[in-house]
């Protein structure tokens, strides 16, 4: 099953170039009041909603996918688990590049562990990038996106994917500069999910699946998750070990070799295997700015 979210808060099943609106069934989500809960609701929920969305399928209005505007498809991340380095040629990349590491040592990812994103960053693909920092170098990074959809505390690696509910398209947007990379990283709109979910049961596990991003007509990233350092179920128990993650948490997986740097007025199309492809227009950040 592959779940959008779109134009206002919407939510769809995607079938070829048609998305189903189930919207209504969002209505047997159960209530919440303070203190909110740390969760997606829908995916933590989404267990107990399938069998109502493959119900209300038969007769849902049909939109065409072409038409909307896609959102990312969680809503409210409670945290963005992020792998830095994960694939052995971007890290040689990044030694090899001071325009990547700025003078600073990079070191391998089983040493300098994960980072976080701000969960404020997450947009969809529809809603594109918008660079705040035009003087500064704003560079691409492609990843698979893994989201949890069980709590998950101290889990071994060989029951890791059992916490999944599904994966997307992750681009990891990145401020080239001195400061740690949870700032840098973080900027609105720099952590771009989608174009949809597609649940695990609905997918192979993803060991294999190659991936790739483009600028305009040019190639610029091109790997398969065979190459990961440390593979999706290593990073979810390895996260795991030190916080537990909440249904609706995002693991972004890391990226290959063949960052580089994105303007105003570029488009970006990101594909996964067994996910699609991602289609995201940069643009320049309205209102005041500033240097830094």
């Excluded at 594109?128 to 920092?133: C, H, P, S």
């Excluded at 398209?169 to 500069?177: A, F, K, N, P």
Aim: charged letters at 25%; hydrophobic letters at 40%; glycine letters at 8%.
């Amino acid at each position: 099953m592959r779940i959008c979210r779109f134009d206002d808060e919407r939510l769809g099943i995607v079938e070829g170039d048609e998305v189903r609106d189930v919207t209504e069934v969002i209505e047997h989500l159960p209530a919440v009041r303070y203190p909110l809960p740390r969760t997606d609701p829908l995916i933590a929920h989404l267990p107990r909603l399938r069998p109502l969305i493959e119900a209300r399928m038969a007769h849902a209005p049909r939109r065409r996918l072409a038409e909307l505007r896609l959102l990312s498809p969680v809503a409210n991340p409670g945290k963005v688990v992020a792998a830095p380095v994960n694939y052995l040629k971007h890290l040689e990349e990044a030694r090899a590049d001071a325009g990547l590491h700025h003078n600073a040592k990079v070191e391998e990812i089983r040493k300098i562990g994960l980072f976080l994103k701000a969960s404020s960053s997450v947009v969809g693909a529809s809603e594109g990038v918008a660079i705040r920092l035009p003087e500064r170098r704003n560079d691409h990074e492609v990843e698979l996106a893994a989201i949890i959809g069980t709590k998950a505390d101290r889990v071994p690696v060989e029951r890791a994917l059992d916490h999944v509910a599904g994966y997307c398209i992750g681009l990891d947007m990145t401020v080239r500069g001195p400061e740690e990379r949870s700032l840098r990283k973080s900027v609105d709109s720099f952590t771009v999910l989608g174009p949809w979910m597609v649940t695990a049961d609905a997918c192979p596990p993803p060991v294999d699946w190659d991936l790739s991003l483009t600028v305009g007509s040019e190639a610029r990233q091109s790997a398969n998750t065979r190459d990961l350092v440390l593979s999706v179920a290593e990073l979810i128990a390895f996260a795991s070990a030190f916080y537990t993650l909440h249904p609706g948490d995002v693991i972004l997986t890391g990226t290959p070799d063949g960052v580089g740097p994105v303007k105003p007025g570029d488009t970006i199309a990101a594909t996964v295997q067994h996910v699609g492809t991602m289609t995201v227009a940069i643009r320049e950040a309205s209102g005041p700015g500033a240097s830094f």
